[in-house]
C-alpha cells in the first residue's frame, strides 16, 4: 500500500503550541522514525514520498509506460 503512514503521537503533543511528538512508520516498508518536531515528520514524508516517486519512475521507464504528472 504505496504511499501509506502511521502517526502515532506523543504525549508532549501540544497542538495549539505548535508542538508535535511522537513516530511515524511508512506501512510498505515498515521504516519509520521518532520525531520531535513537525519539521521532523515533514521531511521524514517528503523524503518517503521522494523514494517512492523515484521508484514508480524507474519501473514505468523499465515498462516503457511514460505518464504525465498533473
Known amino acids: 500500500m504505496r504511499g501509506a503512514f502511521v502517526v502515532q503521537f506523543g504525549p508532549e503533543t501540544r497542538p ?3 508542538r508535535f511528538e ?3 512508520e511508512e506501512v510498505d516498508t515498515g521504516i519509520e522514525l ?3 518536531s513537525t519539521e521532523a515528520l ?3 514524508l517528503e523524503t518517503r ?3 517512492a516517486l523515484a521508484a514508480t519512475g524507474k519501473a514505468r521507464a ?3 509506460k511514460v505518464d ?3
Do not use: A, I
Open 68 to 70: 504525465e504528472l498533473r
Open 49 to 51: 514520498f521522494l523514494v
Open 16 to 18: 495549539k503550541e505548535g
Open 62 to 64: 523499465r515498462s516503457g
Open 22 to 24: 511522537g513516530r511515524v
Open 34 to 36: 521518532r520525531f520531535r
Open 42 to 44: 515533514l521531511k521524514f
